[in-house]
């Protein structure tokens, strides 16, 4: 396959534990409505109101002005999403997103999903720092960032106390792009209307982790996605930093790194 610029450092280690965790703290960038988020309304596939950028967001080539994050655990470029199954990808919508966690969300049983945009300097601090942590080969420094937060969210027809709590954050220089996808606790996999048990959260199709370009050959699949393995995803890294994936994401490259990636399986 196709696929962006990947940088696999390919580490695994311990297990998060609650949102409350001090390690998970150091996971999340901070988040909530002390911070300035907006909360998407409570809707069973629901989404953000249209969000202009401040600064264009490039995915995959190509620059966008306006994108929306969706309850189901998607950002997407220009049109909202609102399906609940996640398909495999490479998709045949058309409609570019990043999926930190494309599941059945059901915010009105639990839960909140917020989102900013930001060019506040302590978070764009954290960005510099953290992106040349991860790719100490380039200069980058961050004039934005999206950070948008699925917040111990429910899952659809669940019939348990189960939660998810993950992270898009999204950033640029202008130019260069990149994601980071942070994950604090994830307890269940799947809503019913998906196939999954209403007590458990599991079976049927699990969630997809990565991103797709909508142009049917460049994508990106976390390993584990709409297998089982998904809700191991804590667990799992491409930067030595257990429960984050950080991509670049603004230029094509060929490379295939399936398998470099069978190792977090």
Known sequence: METISVFLLLAVGSTLTSPADASNESLMYPYGTAQ???KNPKSDDGTSTKIITAVPFSFYGKKYSSLYVNNNGVVSFGVNVSQYT???FPLDLGSPFVA???GDVDNTRGGDVL???TQDSAVLSRCTADINQYFPEMSFTAVWALVATWDRVAYFGSASKKTNTFQAVLTTNNEIAFIIL??????WT???????HPRTGLGGTPAQAGFDSGDKKNFYNIPGSRTPSVLNITQTT???FTGRWVFQVDEIVIGDTTEKSKCLE
């Open 36 to 38: 300035g988020d907006t």
């Open 86 to 88: 996640p398909d495999p």
């Open 100 to 102: 930190p966690y494309w």
């Open 115 to 117: 989102w900013r945009q």
């Open 182 to 187: 942070n994950y604090a606790d994830i307890q």
């Open 190 to 196: 799947t809503g019913i209307a998906s196939g999954g």
């Open 238 to 240: 491409n930067v030595q």
